[in-house]
């Protein structure tokens, strides 16, 4: 039998899945992974190690913005990123997500 796997591995592995063009909210990656909260899914993507090759930028907040971070640089990061692969943003700094929500497959 194999061992539990660590839940911030788990929710790497499914924001791995995550498509360029593609976000998925705090509170979505969490309730696929189980056993967590939104806020500990944000706790993981500002935990990802630089050079890794977690896509964190693909994960927003609810309203379909990027949360504010201690260093402002890692939201103007995290948008570029996203808008380098089409993801747009509005006027009010929201993406939508009917158009740009990532759809989890059924089994994960």
């Known amino acids: 039998m194999n061992a539990p796997q660590p839940l911030y591995q788990k929710i ?5 899945q995550i498509p360029p063009g593609k976000v998925a909210t705090y ?9 967590c909260t939104p806020r500990m899914v944000g706790y993981a993507m500002a935990a990802v190690p630089n050079g890794s090759d977690v896509p964190w930028q693909r994960v927003i ?6 949360s504010p ?3 402002p640089f890692g939201e ?19 993406t939508d997500l009917d158009a740009f929500g990532w759809i989890a497959p ?3």
Do not use: K
């Open 27 to 35: 509170g979505q990656i969490a309730r696929l992974v189980g056993g």
């Open 69 to 71: 971070r201690a260093n």
């Open 12 to 16: 790497y592995d499914l924001v791995r």
């Open 76 to 94: 103007i990061t995290q948008r570029l990123l996203l808008e380098e692969v089409g993801v747009h943003f509005n006027e009010r700094d929201l």
């Open 61 to 66: 907040n609810s309203r379909g913005g990027i």
């Open 106 to 108: 059924d089994v994960i």
